[in-house]
């Protein structure tokens, strides 16, 4: 583009003004050298061609080409400012003009930005005019008045004057005042490439990146420049912004915090009085070293800490008043990435947004994903699954960018972020901070806690709060002036410099730096001692800056949103659904968990399966006992190891959540309901393949009703843990503390009358016992599979009645006749007064009980001479004869039950024939599960304790004494209220009373308030 004929030395100055900016001195100088051959060979060119154009067009567009293949829409648009700037350095040709206009459209410049760039380089006040046919034309007005208003910039939405003269009231242009600026300061806003360039028309001197700035020539804004002055105040890139961010008035909120203080317990550290307010469309950062209580601020203003003074405020509404009015206006995005892995990037951020618009059909909630989507670019990665860290699907900016789409989808005006850029890559970190930084212009506050930016991402920040140890506040203001006020203070010689003048970069760390640089000794060595304490910059803090507070103007009304969490129930469905998602598409859980069980029971079945010489015969085969008492262990074992990670691993989404206030409640509900529905398809797998293998016949509901009681009872147990405890480790770490009493106390590897004496009872299962799961599912499995099994439920009533009418005869009533004999000789001999009465209340108590039993009324006065404990022959031969006759009433009733029963065999065999009635037996009578249930290997069969003689002899045919449930074990019912129960039944109710009572204790988090008390309070 250099003038033919013409002097080129301004041209000239351009490039090599420009070429020197980026490129070393000698580099620059070499490539003016080639501009020079270029030139030569250029006039020479048009010469030989007599000035035709043909030539220059095609070869701009070959130019432009190359260009397009290799620089960003960006790129380009400099490279047409620096030709419009180079061309405008002499006199303007209409024929240069056009052929930069037809560089532009191969350059794909939008046209309305290339006529506003043209008017920007050439009269950026408007006195050059673009005509209706798009040419440059002199304007009217050369020189401008001093109550010139610029009128010819009226309506421009894309320019902004910076000047100290206000607009009059007629003026609709935008407008910075700045007072003692001598000249204007013009802003050109680039839209398609979100750019502002300015120019100095006047006479002052400014800095930018502590670079002298040329009048008149062009400069680019980037994030976080200041333009400084001698008699100015600093022009901040955040002021220039906002004047083109409609959205930020819109928005309204002012965000402030009134001496807010906080204390840790037993400690100084926490947050000192610190006061601020700040309005929508900013990005502040909050800095400090470690312990200097930056977490603890950020937490404390997203309302997960309460403060111990002070108010916070939204548009002066006290956030601990208005507790409902504020879902939604405040999200937080932790220093996790706290997604769910098996899920794809759509189905987390779609349930998200279900959980956030109940009033969205479903249409809208897609469009409103795909946007958030499409702004965080995300969508060409939409349907692949999250995974892990360890096992990526999506790259770790990817992922933080998904994490911060989970608070924007429901769009908060108040977004706090904990260590946005930890661990990511430095280009990352930058894509990262830069989302922030649009979201803040859109119209939102953004307040991040970050540790060591870059100088790219310190100049993001519109403003800088900074923390010394302790909690001290130190700074507020602008990122870049803060480099300066602490070099100030500290007394550095280059206080003013805040920049490196050649490449404009600031460097974040110098200022912790600075604040917590040490004393040295007078041998040269650092100390430990620093040179200006926290207090101490506190105060100063107090004196600079927080004295010229001032707290902006709001209107009292919280930001309107479209945030609307469903009803619990709508909240339970989407849970559900959102959890049975991450489930089935994580093969490696579903793999294990659909596979553990049926490999376990072919385990379990296969190595139980005895064998005789004559084969595998059920009734035979002495293991079931141990089978069905590890079919309990194994069903509780499933159901603790599926539960017991399964709230912690959710712990942080639920923190990010509670901003969402969502229902806890209808979060258990849908844990609940899915570990269910895998404890069932588990247990029946199990039982399926277990009993098929031991030929267990008949009994799969049975099995599988306990197996799954017990199961669900377990997935209870571990929801609780899971919700107590605070790591995967710890919880799984504990399922063996919870086990092993299972198996210890289910009553088969330890009977419980061997039990240690203190938690033994002769007459009933210890509590200890009762409290066991496993206790209530064995014995319910084992007495159901020898009373109800396909032969035995033939005869149990009547074997039932034959061994207590036998016991009594046989063993009771002979124990009682030894007890007479033993208490007259005592008489006689006048010895052991003890036992003596002992045995009186034996003879009254068990004499007692038979009477209710047996209708022999020959003795009446029985009760009468016992309770006169006097023996003496008489007495004693009346004891006997009564004792006699029930022996002789309970012999005849055994021998009744025993005929009754030898009926029904022989019935059974007129049916069935002898062979059939042998097969049956051994299809479903099990001789190694009656000798347990039978106590057949026991000796003793009656136990003498206290006043009692107890009977051990036969459990599964004696029913217990008790009125409310509790009974020996192996009892065939069990008395509640007045009322007989079969055990079964009874036994599967207790369980799941245990689960209903486990599942209060989740839903109120008994478990973490235990282990919560009187801990010293902490951080969330």
């Given at each position: 583009?250099?003038?033919?004929?013409?002097?080129?030395?301004?041209?000239?100055?351009?490039?090599?003004?420009?070429?020197?900016?980026?490129?070393?001195?000698?580099?620059?100088?070499?490539?003016?050298?080639?501009?020079?051959?270029?030139?030569?060979?250029?006039?020479?060119?048009?010469?030989?061609?007599?000035?035709?154009?043909?030539?220059?067009?095609?070869?701009?567009?070959?130019?432009?080409?190359?260009?397009?293949?290799?620089?960003?829409?960006?790129?380009?648009?400099?490279?047409?400012?620096?030709?419009?700037?180079?061309?405008?350095?002499?006199?303007?040709?209409?024929?240069?003009?056009?052929?930069?206009?037809?560089?532009?459209?191969?350059?794909?410049?939008?046209?309305?930005?290339?006529?506003?760039?043209?008017?920007?380089?050439?009269?950026?006040?408007?006195?050059?005019?673009?005509?209706?046919?798009?040419?440059?034309?002199?304007?009217?007005?050369?020189?401008?008045?001093?109550?010139?208003?610029?009128?010819?910039?009226?309506?421009?939405?894309?320019?902004?004057?910076?000047?100290?003269?206000?607009?009059?009231?007629?003026?609709?242009?935008?407008?910075?005042?700045?007072?003692?600026?001598?000249?204007?300061?013009?802003?050109?806003?680039?839209?398609?490439?979100?750019?502002?360039?300015?120019?100095?028309?006047?006479?002052?001197?400014?800095?930018?990146?502590?670079?002298?700035?040329?009048?008149?020539?062009?400069?680019?804004?980037?994030?976080?420049?200041?333009?400084?002055?001698?008699?100015?105040?600093?022009?901040?890139?955040?002021?220039?912004?906002?004047?083109?961010?409609?959205?930020?008035?819109?928005?309204?909120?002012?965000?402030?915090?009134?001496?807010?203080?906080?204390?840790?317990?037993?400690?100084?550290?926490?947050?000192?009085?610190?006061?601020?307010?700040?309005?929508?469309?900013?990005?502040?950062?909050?800095?400090?070293?470690?312990?200097?209580?930056?977490?603890?601020?950020?937490?404390?203003?997203?309302?997960?800490?309460?403060?111990?003074?002070?108010?916070?405020?939204?548009?002066?509404?006290?956030?601990?008043?208005?507790?409902?009015?504020?879902?939604?206006?405040?999200?937080?995005?932790?220093?996790?990435?706290?997604?769910?892995?098996?899920?794809?990037?759509?189905?987390?951020?779609?349930?998200?947004?279900?959980?956030?618009?109940?009033?969205?059909?479903?249409?809208?909630?897609?469009?409103?994903?795909?946007?958030?989507?499409?702004?965080?670019?995300?969508?060409?990665?939409?349907?692949?699954?999250?995974?892990?860290?360890?096992?990526?699907?999506?790259?770790?900016?990817?992922?933080?960018?998904?994490?911060?789409?989970?608070?924007?989808?429901?769009?908060?005006?108040?977004?706090?972020?904990?260590?946005?850029?930890?661990?990511?890559?430095?280009?990352?970190?930058?894509?990262?901070?830069?989302?922030?930084?649009?979201?803040?212009?859109?119209?939102?506050?953004?307040?991040?806690?970050?540790?060591?930016?870059?100088?790219?991402?310190?100049?993001?920040?519109?403003?800088?709060?900074?923390?010394?140890?302790?909690?001290?506040?130190?700074?507020?203001?602008?990122?870049?002036?803060?480099?300066?006020?602490?070099?100030?203070?500290?007394?550095?010689?280059?206080?003013?410099?805040?920049?490196?003048?050649?490449?404009?970069?600031?460097?974040?760390?110098?200022?912790?730096?600075?604040?917590?640089?040490?004393?040295?000794?007078?041998?040269?060595?650092?100390?430990?001692?620093?040179?200006?304490?926290?207090?101490?910059?506190?105060?100063?803090?107090?004196?600079?800056?927080?004295?010229?507070?001032?707290?902006?103007?709001?209107?009292?009304?919280?930001?309107?949103?479209?945030?609307?969490?469903?009803?619990?129930?709508?909240?339970?469905?989407?849970?559900?659904?959102?959890?049975?998602?991450?489930?089935?598409?994580?093969?490696?859980?579903?793999?294990?968990?659909?596979?553990?069980?049926?490999?376990?029971?072919?385990?379990?079945?296969?190595?139980?399966?005895?064998?005789?010489?004559?084969?595998?015969?059920?009734?035979?085969?002495?293991?079931?006992?141990?089978y069905i008492f590890m079919c309990i262990v194994v069903a509780l074992f499933m159901g603790l190891a599926v539960?017991?990670?399964?709230?912690?691993?959710?712990?942080?989404?639920?923190?990010?959540?509670?901003?969402?206030?969502?229902?806890?409640?209808?979060?258990?509900?849908?844990?609940?309901?899915?570990?269910?529905?895998?404890?069932?398809?588990?247990?029946?797998?199990?039982?399926?393949?277990?009993?098929?293998?031991?030929?267990?016949?008949?009994?799969?509901?049975?099995?599988?009703?306990?197996?799954?009681?017990?199961?669900?009872?377990?997935?209870?147990?571990?929801?609780?843990?899971?919700?107590?405890?605070?790591?995967?480790?710890?919880?799984?770490?504990?399922?063996?503390?919870?086990?092993?009493?299972?198996?210890?106390?289910?009553?088969?590897?330890?009977?419980?009358?061997?039990?240690?004496?203190?938690?033994?009872?002769?007459?009933?299962?210890?509590?200890?016992?009762?409290?066991?799961?496993?206790?209530?599912?064995?014995?319910?499995?084992?007495?159901?599979?020898?009373?109800?099994?396909?032969?035995?439920?033939?005869?149990?009533?009547?074997?039932?009645?034959?061994?207590?009418?036998?016991?009594?005869?046989?063993?009771?009533?002979?124990?009682?006749?030894?007890?007479?004999?033993?208490?007259?000789?005592?008489?006689?001999?006048?010895?052991?007064?003890?036992?003596?009465?002992?045995?009186?209340?034996?003879?009254?108590?068990?004499?007692?009980?038979?009477?209710?039993?047996?209708?022999?009324?020959?003795?009446?006065?029985?009760?009468?001479?016992?309770?006169?404990?006097?023996?003496?022959?008489?007495t004693a031969d009346s004891i006997k004869e009564y004792l006699n006759s029930l022996a002789s009433y309970f012999?005849?009733?055994?021998?009744?039950?025993?005929?009754?029963?030898?009926?029904?065999?022989?019935?059974?065999?007129?049916?069935?024939?002898?062979?059939?009635?042998?097969?049956?037996?051994?299809?479903?009578?099990?001789?190694?599960?009656?000798?347990?249930?039978?106590?057949?290997?026991?000796?003793?069969?009656?136990?003498?304790?206290?006043?009692?003689?107890?009977?051990?002899?036969?459990?599964?045919?004696?029913?217990?004494?008790?009125?409310?449930?509790?009974?020996?074990?192996?009892?065939?019912?069990?008395?509640?209220?007045?009322?007989?129960?079969?055990?079964?039944?009874?036994?599967?109710?207790?369980?799941?009373?245990?689960?209903?009572?486990?599942?209060?204790?989740?839903?109120?988090?008994?478990?973490?308030?235990?282990?919560?008390?009187?801990?010293?309070?902490?951080?969330?």
């Amino acid at each position: 583009m250099a003038k033919k004929d013409q002097p080129v030395a301004a041209s000239k100055a351009i490039i090599e003004s420009y070429l020197k900016h980026y490129l070393a001195s000698e580099i620059a100088n070499e490539y003016l050298k080639i501009f020079d051959l270029f030139l030569v060979q250029y006039h020479q060119e048009i010469k030989d061609k007599n000035g035709e154009t043909g030539l220059i067009i095609d070869r701009i567009k070959n130019i432009c080409q190359h260009i397009n293949k290799e620089l960003s829409q960006k790129e380009r648009t400099i490279i047409l400012l620096r030709i419009l700037e180079f061309i405008n350095a002499d006199k303007t040709e209409k024929e240069e003009l056009e052929l930069v206009s037809i560089a532009a459209e191969y350059l794909n410049i939008v046209k309305q930005e290339f006529e506003n760039i043209k008017a920007f380089i050439f009269d950026p006040l408007g006195h050059l005019l673009v005509d209706p046919q798009g040419q440059l034309t002199k304007g009217s007005a050369v020189n401008r008045g001093s109550d010139s208003d610029y009128g010819d910039l009226a309506g421009q939405t894309d320019f902004l004057v910076i000047s100290k003269k206000y607009p009059s009231a007629k003026a609709d242009y935008k407008h910075l005042f700045k007072e003692h600026l001598n000249g204007e300061i013009v802003v050109l806003h680039i839209k398609t490439i979100n750019t502002f360039i300015f120019r100095y028309l006047g006479n002052d001197t400014l800095y930018i990146e502590s670079n002298n700035i040329i009048p008149c020539k062009f400069y680019i804004l980037d994030n976080g420049s200041i333009i400084k002055g001698l008699r100015i105040t600093p022009v901040y890139y955040n002021d220039i912004v906002n004047k083109f961010s409609a959205s930020v008035s819109k928005t309204g909120l002012v965000f402030t915090g009134e001496e807010i203080e906080f204390r840790f317990k037993n400690s100084e550290n926490g947050l000192h009085k610190f006061t601020f307010s700040e309005e929508s469309g900013q990005l502040i950062g909050i800095m400090g070293g470690s312990g200097a209580g930056k977490t603890t601020l950020l937490n404390i203003l997203s309302g997960k800490l309460q403060p111990h003074s002070g108010k916070i405020l939204i548009n002066g509404c006290d956030v601990r008043q208005v507790q409902e009015k504020i879902k939604g206006i405040i999200g937080f995005v932790p220093q996790d990435d706290l997604l769910f892995e098996e899920l794809t990037v759509y189905q987390n951020l779609f349930y998200n947004a279900k959980l956030c618009f109940s009033n969205f059909t479903g249409e809208q909630l897609k469009e409103n994903v795909n946007r958030v989507l499409s702004d965080l670019g995300l969508s060409e990665i939409k349907n692949l699954k999250v995974g892990s860290p360890l096992n990526k699907f999506i790259s770790g900016g990817q992922r933080k960018r998904l994490n911060i789409a989970l608070e924007l989808i429901r769009e908060p005006a108040i977004l706090f972020a904990d260590e946005p850029t930890s661990g990511l890559s430095s280009m990352d970190s930058e894509k990262v901070m830069l989302l922030l930084k649009e979201q803040a212009r859109s119209g939102k506050l953004v307040i991040v806690n970050i540790h060591q930016p870059s100088s790219e991402i310190f100049k993001l920040f519109d403003k800088l709060w900074i923390l010394d140890k302790g909690g001290f506040p130190v700074y507020t203001g602008n990122p870049v002036d803060a480099i300066v006020y602490f070099k100030r203070i500290s007394e550095h010689i280059n206080a003013s410099e805040s920049e490196c003048r050649t490449c404009g970069n600031v460097e974040p760390e110098q200022i912790l730096q600075i604040i917590e640089s040490k004393m040295i000794d007078e041998y040269g060595k650092v100390t430990d001692t620093r040179k200006i304490t926290p207090k101490q910059w506190h105060y100063l803090f107090l004196e600079e800056i927080e004295m010229k507070f001032e707290k902006k103007e709001y209107i009292k009304e919280l930001p309107a949103g479209s945030f609307k969490i469903p009803n619990k129930f709508r909240q339970f469905i989407i849970f559900s659904i959102r959890n049975f998602l991450s489930k089935i598409t994580n093969r490696q859980y579903l793999l294990i968990n659909l596979l553990e069980a049926p490999v376990l029971a072919f385990i379990l079945g296969y190595f139980t399966k005895y064998t005789t010489d004559e084969g595998y015969i059920f009734s035979q085969n002495k293991n079931l006992p141990a089978y069905i008492f590890m079919c309990i262990v194994v069903a509780l074992f499933m159901g603790l190891a599926v539960s017991a990670e399964e709230i912690i691993k959710d712990k942080k989404i639920l923190q990010r959540e509670s901003f969402l206030n969502l229902s806890r409640f209808a979060y258990l509900n849908s844990k609940i309901l899915f570990l269910f529905i895998l404890s069932a398809v588990q247990t029946l797998s199990f039982v399926i393949i277990g009993n098929n293998i031991l030929e267990i016949k008949g009994m799969t509901a049975g099995y599988w009703l306990v197996l799954f009681s017990a199961s669900c009872a377990a997935n209870m147990l571990g929801l609780n843990i899971s919700a107590g405890l605070n790591s995967v480790i710890t919880a799984y770490i504990s399922i063996p503390f919870l086990l092993v009493p299972q198996l210890l106390l289910g009553g088969v590897i330890v009977k419980f009358d061997d039990l240690h004496k203190s938690l033994a009872s002769e007459k009933y299962v210890s509590f200890i016992g009762d409290i066991m799961i496993s206790r209530w599912a064995y014995e319910a499995l084992a007495v159901e599979q020898f009373k109800n099994n396909k032969y035995q439920k033939n005869f149990f009533d009547l074997e039932r009645e034959k061994s207590c009418y036998s016991f009594f005869s046989s063993l009771l009533i002979p124990g009682l006749l030894t007890k007479v004999d033993e208490n007259i000789v005592y008489s006689y001999q006048n010895k052991n007064p003890e036992e003596k009465d002992r045995n009186f209340n034996i003879l009254k108590n068990e004499i007692s009980r038979l009477q209710e039993i047996a209708p022999v009324n020959d003795f009446n006065n029985i009760e009468k001479l016992l309770s006169k404990k006097v023996f003496n022959d008489e007495t004693a031969d009346s004891i006997k004869e009564y004792l006699n006759s029930l022996a002789s009433y309970f012999a005849r009733k055994s021998r009744e039950a025993g005929s009754k029963a030898d009926e029904k065999i022989n019935q059974l065999i007129a049916q069935l024939g002898k062979d059939g009635v042998n097969q049956l037996k051994q299809d479903y009578y099990n001789t190694g599960l009656a000798d347990m249930v039978l106590n057949r290997t026991e000796l003793k069969k009656i136990l003498e304790t206290g006043d009692r003689l107890i009977s051990k002899n036969n459990p599964v045919y004696t029913y217990p004494e008790l009125n409310f449930g509790r009974a020996h074990f192996y009892a065939p019912v069990k008395f509640l209220f007045g009322k007989q129960f079969d055990t079964f039944n009874f036994n599967l109710g207790v369980i799941w009373l245990m689960s209903i009572v486990l599942y209060f204790m989740l839903v109120y988090d008994v478990l973490r308030k235990i282990i919560d008390f009187r801990r010293p309070a902490r951080l969330p």
